[in-house]
Nanobody, 123 residues
Framework: QVQLVESGGGLVQAGGSLRLSCAASGRTFSTYHMGWFRQAPGKEREFVAAITGSGSNTKYASSVKGRFTISRDNAKNTVYLQLNSLKPEDTAVYYC????????????????WGQGTQVTVSS
């Protein structure tokens, strides 16, 4: 069992930056591929980024590629999402997720989810 806790969300102006963190419990963190998803009001949850257990490979949604960076520190059981050049359309609740599928964009292929952290970008 893995428990995930996100932090780092907040209110930022367009063009600004935030770094989200997701702390995981358990001693097998490096076993899990990790992903970030987001859900805006009235919209479906969408894939943002994913990273392999070792951290050697990543995947991004086209809407965030070049602006967001996913990374992980397995010694700290933590995965990060650096959000740069934020836009109002990035406003959403951001969730981290963990699972055993390789760099999947499909939410239901992740077994573990955090509670989410709100990111609000003002124009």
């Amino acid at each position: 069992q893995v428990q995930l806790v996100e932090s780092g969300g907040g209110l930022v102006q367009a063009g600004g930056s935030l770094r989200l963190s997701c702390a995981a419990s358990g001693r097998t963190f490096s076993t899990y591929h990790m992903g970030w998803f987001r859900q805006a009001p009235g919209k479906e949850r969408e894939f943002v980024a994913a990273i392999t257990g070792s951290g050697s490979n990543t995947k991004y949604a086209s809407s965030v590629k070049g602006r967001f960076t996913i990374s992980r520190d397995n010694a700290k059981n933590t995965v990060y999402l650096q959000l740069n050049s934020l836009k109002p359309e990035d406003t959403a609740v951001y969730y981290c997720a963990g699972g055993l599928y390789y760099l999947t964009r499909t939410a239901n292929e992740y077994a573990y989810w955090g509670q989410g952290t709100q990111v609000t970008v003002s124009s």
